[in-house]
């Protein structure tokens, strides 16, 4: 699995986990790190996962917004954790991110939607992004 993809996957554990207790993203990242699973991920991969999930936290109001003005028909709050975590981190990207290619931060959370989330996750995901990819493209 690629470093990048590998430190999405450990962003949307962030995610959800700051999303669900509501505490602090700072002290979520920290205490992810000390659990013994990620004991050998590199300094490069914390990094880039420190920088993706304190910019979506940064970000959360108006990536919130722009969530929910394509998501006809469904609350923010009451899609699914992980569904809304993916689309926030997608979000991120899109906006804020310009060293990440649209296309990959697209499929990326598509992927992440397939392999965490239901079945029609995906096609959900991906057409609310590919809304805010087309407004941020005028």
């Not at 970000?59 to 993916?86: G, P």
Request: include cysteine; proline fraction near 1%; charged fraction near 35%.
């Amino acid at each position: 699995m690629r470093k990048r993809t590998k430190a999405r996957e450990y962003v949307l554990q962030m995610l959800y986990q700051v999303d669900i207790t509501r505490g602090d993203w700072q002290d979520v990242l920290k205490s992810f790190w000390e659990s013994g699973e990620q004991a050998d991920i590199s300094a490069e991969l914390k990094d880039f996962s420190a920088e993706l999930l304190g910019g979506v936290i940064q970000h959360i109001e108006e990536i919130d917004k722009k969530i929910s003005k394509y998501a006809a028909n469904w609350q923010l709050e009451r899609m699914a954790f992980v569904d809304r975590n993916i689309m926030r981190l997608g979000c991120f990207e899109l906006i804020f991110r310009e060293d990440i290619p649209p296309k990959v931060t697209i499929n990326e959370a598509v992927e992440l939607a397939k392999k965490y989330s239901g079945s029609e996750s995906g096609k959900f995901v991906n057409a609310i992004l590919d809304q805010i990819k087309i407004e941020k493209e005028k």
